[in-house]
C-alpha cells in the first residue's frame, strides 16, 4: 500500500508540468433578463499567447457587441491586437508592439476609431533600479498632431515618495469612453 501511494505521488509530480504546459481555456457565460454574454480565454504560457473574446448579447432587440484579444510573447517584448465591434457594427481596433529595453520599455502602435480615424501610439517606460521610473505616453492623429500626453516622474529619496504627473488633451478631444459593462443597445 504504501508503495503505491508513493508511485501516485511521483507520477503526479511527473504529470503536472507536462499539464501546466499546454493550452488552457476557460469559457465563462452570463444569461441575464436582458442580456447574454459568454467570455472564452485561452492562455498557452509555453508559446507565449493569450487570447480573450467576448460577446453579449441584448435579449430585447438582438444586438450584439463582440470584443478579441490576442497577445503573443516576442524574443524582445510582446505584440497586442485588440478588436471591438459596437452592436450597430462599427468597429476599433488597436494593434502594437512593446519592445524591452534595458532599463525599461518602448511601445509603438496604431488605433482606429469607430469613425474610421486612425491614431499613432507611442510610449517608453524606465527605472533605474533605485525606485525611481519615468512613463511617458502619446497620441498623434493622422495630421501629426498630438491630440494625447501624459508624462509621470515617481522618484525616491529619504523615505519619501514624490510622483508628478501632467496630461494634456488637444482642445476639442474627448477623454476616450469607457467600456460600457452593460447590454448593448
Avoid at 19 to 28: D, G, H, I, Y
Avoid at 40 to 53: I, P
Avoid at 60 to 74: D, I, M
Avoid at 127 to 150: K, L
Amino acid at each position: 500500500m504504501k508503495s503505491t501511494l508513493t508511485f501516485a505521488a511521483i507520477a503526479t509530480f511527473a504529470v503536472a508540468p507536462a499539464a501546466m504546459a499546454q493550452e488552457q481555456t476557460r469559457t465563462k457565460t452570463f444569461d441575464g433578463p436582458n442580456a447574454t454574454a459568454t467570455q472564452t480565454t485561452t492562455v498557452d504560457r509555453e508559446a507565449g499567447t493569450f487570447n480573450r473574446d467576448r460577446q453579449v448579447t441584448n435579449k430585447n432587440n438582438g444586438n450584439t457587441a463582440s470584443g478579441n484579444l490576442n497577445r503573443q510573447r516576442t524574443e524582445t517584448g510582446a505584440t497586442v491586437s485588440r478588436t471591438q465591434t459596437g452592436p450597430q457594427g462599427n468597429s476599433r481596433t488597436f494593434n502594437g508592439e512593446r519592445i524591452r529595453t534595458d532599463n525599461g520599455s518602448t511601445f509603438s502602435g496604431t488605433a482606429t476609431g469607430r469613425r474610421g480615424n486612425s491614431f499613432d501610439v507611442n510610449g517608453n517606460r524606465s527605472r533605474d533600479g533605485m525606485g525611481n521610473s519615468s512613463a511617458s505616453q502619446r497620441v498623434t492623429n493622422s495630421s501629426g498632431e498630438t491630440v494625447y500626453a501624459r508624462d509621470r516622474t515617481t522618484t525616491r529619496s529619504n523615505g519619501r515618495v514624490n510622483r508628478s504627473v501632467s496630461t494634456s488633451r488637444k482642445q476639442g478631444a474627448r477623454k476616450p469612453r469607457r467600456a460600457n459593462r452593460r447590454a448593448p443597445r
